[in-house]
């Protein structure tokens, strides 16, 4: 059932308050699902901005973009998502979208960290427009999921409420630590 999938989900919310012609960023490049979703969204006058540290997956998302003929939209980096502020002005983005946890398909060695992780979402906030939002899509499991996530909840649960609208759902009857779909509204 493709409704009950995370990127789905997380596809569904951001594109009720995305629109044509807007800036986004994909914070964790991977395959280029998002990249290419972001695309999509952005049109012809809009911008994406896509981060990863593998070589292998810029050439993925490359690939796909330029299959799907959306790549003069985007713009794709080979740096770490908790640099991405210096490619950006400050509020000016109107959506970045994270996938934590390691590449689909590639070495599991190689995964998002907690420490950078969080230093990314706090860069990307400030970088939000006021009415920008955030999605996160947490994946705990491996050797340092669990204290990513863990990381993460910590650090969006202090968030002030005057300034951010918080969303977190769960996978609620499901075993084998299911993702966990997040939401920042930047008020």
């Known amino acids: 059932m493709r409704q009950s999938q ?5 596809h569904e919310i951001i594109r009720c308050q995305a629109m044509e012609g807007g ?3 994909d914070a964790t490049m991977g395959n280029g699902n998002d990249t ?3 695309c999509r969204l952005a049109g012809d006058s ?8 593998q070589e292998e997956a810029l050439e993925r998302t490359k690939g796909l973009l330029e299959e799907a003929k959306v790549s003069e939209r985007a713009e794709l980096v080979l740096d770490g998502h908790e640099h991405m502020d210096r490619y950006v002005q400050r509020e000016t983005v109107d959506v970045i979208c994270f996938n934590f946890g ?19 979402i706090g860069k990307g906030l400030g970088l939000l427009k006021h009415g920008g939002m955030m999605s996160l899509c947490i994946y705990s499991g491996g050797d340092t999921g669990f204290e990513e996530k863990e990381e993460i909840l910590g650090y969006i649960r202090k968030l002030p409420a005057r300034e951010y609208t918080v969303i977190v759902n769960e996978y609620y009857n499901r075993g084998n630590n299911p993702p966990m779909p997040v939401f920042i509204f930047k008020n």
């Open 23 to 25: 800036f986004y960023i």
């Open 36 to 38: 290419l979703f972001l």
């Open 6 to 10: 995370i990127t789905f989900w997380c």
């Open 46 to 53: 809009g911008r994406v901005l896509a981060f990863d540290v």
């Open 102 to 120: 390691y590449l689909p398909g590639g070495c599991h060695e190689v995964a998002t960290a907690a420490d950078t992780s969080v230093e990314a």
